[in-house]
């Protein structure tokens, strides 16, 4: 019989041959980098894949190309605990820094060779006889899993199906691991996920002459000397390429923002003793002295704790911070950004309803003469640009402001800039996923009431199937990195009993899938996300939210670090059931001592160690005798 935990090719000789791996890792960001790396420095483990249908490692931090990506959080904390990244010349690094970063650690690893790049994970289903998942992998032409799944269609229709997609395998596996996430929060998070297609009720895109697409597909092929810019959108990406472009070595000739709604800007910690300090000495002082980096890491982790407690909840003490906070924000947008903007600029809904944009410089940007900010309605594309109005989405109507018209005019543009989002209707799409029964996971979920998992890794009825940064495990307030190395040191204490061969198994047991989930539910309607009086994209059509986590970090750092064991069900392996009934045995039997041997040595007069090493072998001699008879037992049930 194969091992099951080695990688083998099953039946190599046979048509129906298939290649085995004991773990599958869907997603080669971050999570998958932080998940492949303490498989084999916790677990000793290296016998595992992983897939990434782009055709570099770095998840979202490689596909995202555009002017002034970057990291809006420092990084010392947006680095792994097991390999921190003190001493980064900039304290907030840009994409193309944070890819590096990862590839070192992947190579600090040697995990390199165990990504496979350039092959999408299409299906995932379980065989409740074999107790393994058949997962099929669809391998694609180099460089065109990089496309949005649009663009591939697109690109399908004019080149035909074998330009995008060369053939399809099956393997199987015993544990899959989900690393990719599945809905957009922010820059910072190691997700890919679609990009937004121009917006169906919005006419006209087929005439466009220019060029349009996506902040998160930037097409690098494109020369914007002198060109008239269109951005529509006002998120965090938007808030980095409007102002990159307004400076060299883009050239534009003008820059024409449509926004709907305007975020909560705040502005980032700024480096010590200034950028160009800290970029001269930071790399070599944090490399000498990486304490100094890891009292960094701890400070802003604390800090953002804080934040927790006085902004995100629905108590009174949280509601006197946003406000002072909101003033103090209002005043800083008075002060940088021009006046006629100040009402288009000025939310009203509570900060942190929505996520907080971390910038110092869009606000700036919006004194270049070459600058528009419009809250005119897009209704429709022409040839040479776009017509907007009448009327305005931001403020009412009822609110004068001369910066904010309402009149429908045609604004010229030669490239249109989509940084409208993310398409995030539900996590895991559109990878299918089938459980015990052929259930499709997505439909339990819609069954329930939307996306779900048991702290946002795992659902009842797949066993040996986890998600890295499943539903609600987003925050608004602290790092991706911190939360996703949480849910793998969680993963791997699960799956620990498989890997190992201990058992064949582990499963979330339902009622306690349905209760945490009701749990999160419940307190997310304690928390500004759901009262702060804005609409975002944390909530489903139906109104369910399945991002947010409704607590602490500490609070799922604590649930990660001490699982409650009781909520999952394993099945054990011969050998595994064995470890466990003789650890069994030697916790009863040496608390039988202890009561039996206190007893004694108080009723004797004995001194307690001489009773307890007494009883001790007693009792442990009576529990490997209880223990044979089980082994045999068990023997005798297995050979029948």
């Given at each position: ?13 046979q048509k129906d041959a298939y290649t085995y791996y004991p773990v599958l890792i869907v997603g080669a960001g971050e999570s998958g980098i932080a998940m492949g790396c303490r498989l084999k420095e916790k677990l000793g483990f290296d016998q595992f894949r992983i897939f990434d249908r782009q055709s570099g490692m770095g998840g979202t931090w490689w ?578």
């Open positions: 019989m194969a091992n099951l935990n080695a990688i083998h090719v099953h039946n190599g000789y596909i995202n190309r555009y002017p002034g990506v970057a990291c809006d959080v420092p990084s010392p904390w947006y680095s792994f605990s097991f390999a921190p990244y003190y001493d980064a010349p900039n304290l907030y690094p840009s994409g193309a820094s944070i890819v590096n970063y990862l590839h070192r650690v992947a190579a600090k690893y040697r995990i390199q060779d165990k990504v496979q790049l350039n092959t999408d994970v299409t299906e995932v289903v379980y065989d409740e006889d074999e107790e393994l998942y058949t997962v099929t992998l669809t391998h694609m032409a180099p460089g065109k899993g990089d496309l949005g799944a649009k663009d591939r269609f697109k690109h399908i229709e004019e080149h035909g199906k074998d330009s995008v997609y060369l053939e399809q395998q099956k393997v199987k596996t015993k544990i899959v691991i989900s690393c990719v996430g599945g809905r957009e929060s922010s820059i910072d998070k190691a997700t890919v996920v679609e990009p937004k297609a121009w917006p169906d009720n919005i006419p006209g895109n087929e005439s466009f002459e220019g060029e349009i697409f996506h902040s998160a597909r930037w097409r690098e092929d494109i020369n914007l000397d002198g060109k008239d810019v269109l951005v529509v959108g006002t998120g965090c990406s938007a808030a980095q390429v409007v102002p990159s472009i307004l400076k060299p070595p883009y050239n534009v000739n003008s820059v024409t923002q449509i926004m709907r709604s305007p975020p909560w800007i705040v502005p980032k910690a700024e480096e010590p003793f200034g950028k160009e300090a800290y970029a001269k000495w930071a790399p070599t002082v944090m490399h000498y002295a990486p304490v100094l980096g890891f009292a960094m890491r701890q400070m802003m982790a604390l800090f953002g704790e804080l934040d927790w407690f006085t902004m995100f909840q629905n108590s009174k003490f949280s509601e006197r911070s946003r406000k002072d906070l909101e003033a103090k924000m209002t005043a800083r947008l008075k002060r940088l950004a021009p006046e006629k903007y100040h009402k288009m600029l000025t939310p009203d809904y509570d900060i942190g309803c929505k996520r907080r944009i971390f910038d110092a410089e869009w606000y700036k940007g919006m004194s270049s003469p070459k600058y528009r900010l419009t809250t005119q309605h897009l209704t429709r594309v022409t040839p040479n640009g776009v017509v907007v109005g009448p009327g305005r989405a931001y403020p009412p109507e009822s609110i004068e402001c001369d910066a904010a018209s309402t009149a429908e005019e045609e604004i010229k543009a030669d490239v249109i800039v989509l940084a409208n989002g993310f398409d995030t209707a539900e996590y895991l799409q559109p990878l299918t996923i089938k459980g015990k029964g052929g259930k499709s996971m997505h439909d339990v979920w819609r069954e329930r009431g939307g996306s779900q998992a048991y702290l946002g890794s795992a659902m009842d009825g797949f066993p040996n199937f986890f998600m890295i940064f499943g539903p609600n495990t987003a925050t608004g307030h602290s790092s991706v990195i911190l939360a996703t190395e949480n849910m793998v040191e969680f993963t791997l204490k699960m799956i620990e009993p498989v890997v190992k061969g201990n058992a064949s198994a582990v499963e979330v047991k339902t009622e306690a899938e349905k209760k945490f989930t009701a749990d999160v539910q419940h307190q997310l309607k304690n928390t500004v996300f759901h009262s702060g009086g804005c609409s975002s994209w944390y909530f489903d059509k139906d109104g369910w939210n399945s991002t947010v986590y409704p607590r602490s970090q500490i609070d799922f750092w604590l649930r990660c670090k001490f699982p409650t064991w009781s909520d999952w069900d394993y099945n054990y392996t011969f050998k595994g059931m064995m470890k466990k009934r003789i650890s069994q045995t030697v916790k009863a039997s040496l608390l039988f001592a202890a009561i039996i041997g206190a007893y004694y040595a108080r009723k004797s007069g004995q001194s307690l160690v001489s009773a307890l090493t007494m009883y001790s072998k007693l009792a442990l001699m009576l529990g490997l005798n209880s223990l044979r008879s089980r082994v045999v037992q068990m023997q005798k049930r297995l050979a029948q």
